[in-house]
């Protein structure tokens, strides 16, 4: 999750937003903030599915609790994915067509996607310039191939630019 989540800055947020009516108040709660990926998904799961002598509105308290932690973490991973956009927009020798954001709910780590249309040579041009690999990926039933360049940004943000190229004529 977040580098930027912490306990008082969870508690900072709790102390400001509104808890659903019939919860347990969440400072009468006895767990520890959930503050990995892992430990959020569990908490809510519990709520979803509770057990016969499970205390209900303590649970409901955690998981709103915990998906509050989640949004903060999410915002975070976002910003971190803007700030690898800005810097990797800033220094690139090629622009791409589009950048896409990826920060899936179910997904614990942000993604960054840098599209180049049809432009291989774009791609083998960023990756030349970041020092990264370039892999071609043929997809058959396509007829295309996947020409993609992975990375991690100065911040932890992984990337990849890529683009789709018609895959070359086989001869009969």
């Not at 306990?7 to 400001?16: H, I």
């Not at 997904?107 to 020092?131: I, K, T, W």
Request: charged fraction near 25%; glycine fraction near 4%; charge should be negative.
């Amino acid at each position: 999750m977040s580098v930027h989540l912490t306990e008082e800055r969870v508690a900072a947020a709790l102390g400001v937003l509104a808890q659903p009516e019939g919860e347990t108040p969440w400072a009468e709660l006895a767990a520890p903030l959930p503050l990995t990926h892992p430990d959020v998904c569990a908490v809510i799961y519990r709520a979803a599915h509770p057990q016969e002598s499970d205390d209900v509105p303590t649970l409901q308290a955690e998981a709103s609790r915990a998906r509050i932690i989640r949004d903060m973490a999410r915002r975070d991973s976002y910003m971190d994915a803007f700030s690898a956009a800005e810097e990797l927009v800033a220094t690139l020798p090629v622009l791409p067509a589009g950048t896409t954001i990826h920060n899936a709910v179910w997904h614990s780590e942000v993604y960054l996607s840098l599209r180049y249309h049809a432009d291989a040579d774009a791609v083998r041009e960023v990756a030349a310039h970041l020092g990264l690999d370039v892999i071609e990926k043929p997809e058959t039933q396509a007829k295309a191939v996947h020409v993609v360049a992975e990375g991690t940004s100065s911040n932890g943000v992984r990337f990849e630019a890529y683009t789709i190229i018609d895959a070359p004529a086989v001869e009969e």
